[in-house]
Each structure stands twice: as C-alpha cells, then as structure tokens.
C-alpha cells in the first residue's frame, strides 16, 4: 500500500443539514494515495449525503474539507474534478448504444481536422480506449461495440479506467457492486485493487462488508448521520463490522419482539384445541 503523510481528502467534523433534517452529523474520515477507505453503512446511513459532498454536490452546513493538506470549498462536481476528485455513480453516466470508445470520452471527444471540418477522432478513441483498459486488466476484444453488450462489471471498469485515465486522484465508486452477481462483483473489485496498485486514492461506498473486508485497508462505518469511527482490519474483525453496521442489539430486541409474537399467537390456537378436545371426549 503506497502511502505519505498528507491524506489526499481529508474531511473534519462534516455536518449537513437539510431544514431540520440532519444528514450528517459531526462525521470525520480521509484517505490516503495508494489506499481503499470503505465507507459502510445500511440505507439511510449517510453513505450518498458524505459522498455528494465529498464530491462538490452538497456544501457542508459545517466542518472542513481539505484536499492535499488544503482547506477547500467546492461550488460544483466539476470544481472537485478539477482537484483530481473523481466519482462513479451506480448509473455510470453511459450511453447502451453508443460503443465502449463513445463511452469513454464521453463529454470529453478528441477531434481532429479545423473548423467546421473538425470530427471526432475514432482511431485515437479506439487506440486510448484499448490501451487504458488494458493498463487495468481489461482486455475489450472490439472498443466500437456498444457498451451495452458488456456485463455490468465490465461497465464499472470502463467508468472506473476513464476516470484514471481522465486524471482522478481520489476515485469515489458509490456501490459499485450492488446489482452485481458473485462473478461480476469479483471483477469490480479486482478493478479496485487495480486502481489502488497505481498509487490512486480510492473511496469504496459499500453495505455489503464481504466486499468491503475484500479489498479495503480502513474502514470509516456510518449510521444514521454519525460515524462509529475509522477502523484498520486488526482493529476490526468482519463479524464485528456487521455487528456494527447491521445494529445488533436492535435486531437482538426484534427477534425477541418476533418471539413474543409467536407466543401470543400459539396460546388462543392451543386453547381452542383444548376446547375441541374437550367437546369430543364429552361427546
């Protein structure tokens, strides 16, 4: 794991607040080059809230964001892309039917010819493509077919390789393997592996802690707008982590609730029973 003194985002008692509503409370965490921080958390933790702000979405109601060891404050995504703060929505911002070259310069066409004579340039995309695929261990057969003949994680790994390719320093990947098999899971994360390899600093959102156990190296745990903290693997066991995200003792008090529940239930069945059972031997 490459790692120096200076994390590249490093975000201080982050609040945010939407009306009376808080999102965020009081949350810290930052990642250094070289490193996989996973941010865990169940729905409604605070996972898409963080994520949005590290990423120039939302401006925190309070707190400070640093950026290399300086104090920043983002007005828009594309003022975080500028400082090489890349992220991967589960939507992957692509077009099916456009080809896997389209895809990756998407917004971004190389052109070549002047004036109104100028066309996107398909031999640069294609080479570009293939090659910056590769460089992640992506070997794509044919860079013209439509990026909708792919598996969704080869999708990731071609929204994951333009990012780097496109100067990401930080790259925030918001579930990347949600609606993904076992198989297609397994490819994404050894994308991640890849891209923490090449010295990128990488945010892993994520409620599934297999994944998460896979191929982070600290884990920051959200829920319900706070965090339980920043944990290294010796300091966290998996059993332990889904202890914390999954709320133990809530779920512990539930199946008890569920028990009772069944109790109560049995009893009016077992004395009707009896009753019957009464009325037949009197007969």
Same mark, same amino acid.
């Given at each position: 794991m490459i790692r120096n003194d200076i994390p590249m985002i490093d975000v201080r008692n982050i609040s945010k607040y939407f009306? %009376?509503? &808080?999102?965020? %409370?009081? &949350?810290?965490? %930052?990642v250094y080059a070289g490193e996989v921080?996973?941010?865990?958390?169940?729905n409604g933790a605070g996972k898409s809230t963080l994520i949005k702000t590290l990423s120039g979405v939302h401006k925190p109601s309070a707190g400070e964001y640093y950026v290399e060891g300086e104090l920043v404050e983002f007005n828009s995504p594309r003022s975080a892309l500028e400082r090489g703060i890349a992220t991967v929505y589960q939507d992957l911002a692509m077009i099916p039917l456009m080809s896997i070259s389209r895809n990756f310069f998407l917004g971004s066409e190389p052109g070549k010819g002047w004036g109104p004579?100028?066309?996107?340039d398909v031999q640069f995309a294609t080479k570009v493509a293939q090659e910056e695929l590769k460089k992640m261990g992506i070997d794509i057969r044919d860079p013209s077919q439509p990026v909708g003949t792919l598996s969704g994680g080869e999708r990731q790994s071609v929204a994951i390789a333009r990012a780097v390719y496109f100067g990401a320093k930080v790259l925030i990947l918001d579930e990347p393997t949600a609606a993904l098999g076992v198989k297609q899971a397994g490819v994404v994360l050894r994308y991640i592996a890849q891209a923490r390899a090449r010295g990128i600093a990488v945010v892993f959102i994520t409620h599934n802690p297999h994944h998460a156990y896979a191929v982070g190296d600290r884990f920051t745990i959200l829920k319900r707008g706070q965090s339980f903290g920043t944990f290294t693997k010796d300091e966290l066991s998996r059993?332990?982590?889904?202890?914390?995200?999954s709320g133990a003792d809530e779920l512990d008090a539930l199946a008890h609730e569920l028990r009772e529940f069944e109790r109560s239930e049995q009893l009016p069945a077992e004395s009707k029973l009896a009753e019957i059972e009464e009325a037949l031997s009197e007969g």
């Open positions: 009306g %009376n509503v &808080v999102a965020l %409370n009081g &949350v810290s965490m %930052n921080m996973c941010l865990l958390g169940d004579f100028k066309r996107f059993e332990e982590m889904v202890r914390m995200m």
